[in-house]
């Protein structure tokens, strides 16, 4: 089984970053109902290490919190713009919230993650898109800001790889105090 913790984005909030979808070339737009905050990528476990993953998450106390989406980019690997993202304005909370599943993961074996956390909802993976209609949609929508959401609860997801889009299932919702 494949996973990740994740915060959950509201309908209305999916619904309003379906919106943003433009005519890029080379863009594989993200299905709406796959938008999410990503906490942290595990991967593939086994049924034992899944458990194991679900009590040490059921452990973590924190508080409830808002976070605000604002602003769009890119991020690039070996030249190439390969992820075109909605961001997340800075949050000592979430960053408190990410740092503590972090942990919780590794005190059970997990290897560290390595990329450093930069919160972010996937809008589109990119695969040599037109650099001219790229740079003209960030610019046109890299003053985007949306309502507070309120984050009551993180979730553990399983990700099933399929053809034209990754099924993610919530498969536990951790509740923040």
């Not at 973590?60 to 190439?80: C, H, I, M, P």
């Not at 972090?102 to 997990?110: K, P, S």
Request: charged fraction near 25%; hydrophobic fraction near 45%; glycine fraction near 6%.
């Amino acid at each position: 089984m494949r996973l990740f913790v994740g915060i959950d984005l509201p309908w209305e909030l999916r619904e309003r970053l379906d919106a943003l979808e433009g005519n890029i070339p080379g863009a594989r737009w993200v299905p709406s109902e796959n938008f999410h905050l990503t906490l942290r990528f595990i991967g593939e476990v086994g049924k034992h290490q899944a458990e194991e993953i679900d009590l040490a998450l059921a452990t973590l106390k924190a508080r409830a919190f808002d976070l605000t989406l604002a602003g769009v980019g890119t991020f690039a690997k070996g030249g190439r713009e390969t992820t075109l993202w909605v961001g997340v304005e800075r949050n000592a909370q979430l960053e408190h919230l990410q740092n503590k599943v972090e942990t919780a993961l590794q005190r059970i074996g997990l290897e560290p993650e390595r990329r450093r956390f930069t919160p972010h909802i996937t809008l589109a993976r990119l695969d040599n898109p037109s650099p001219a209609k790229l740079i003209a949609f960030v610019q046109a929508h890299n003053l985007f800001r949306a309502e507070p959401m309120p984050v009551r609860h993180f979730t553990l997801f399983s990700s099933l790889l399929c053809k034209d889009a990754p099924v993610y299932t919530a498969e536990v919702e951790y509740p923040l105090a």
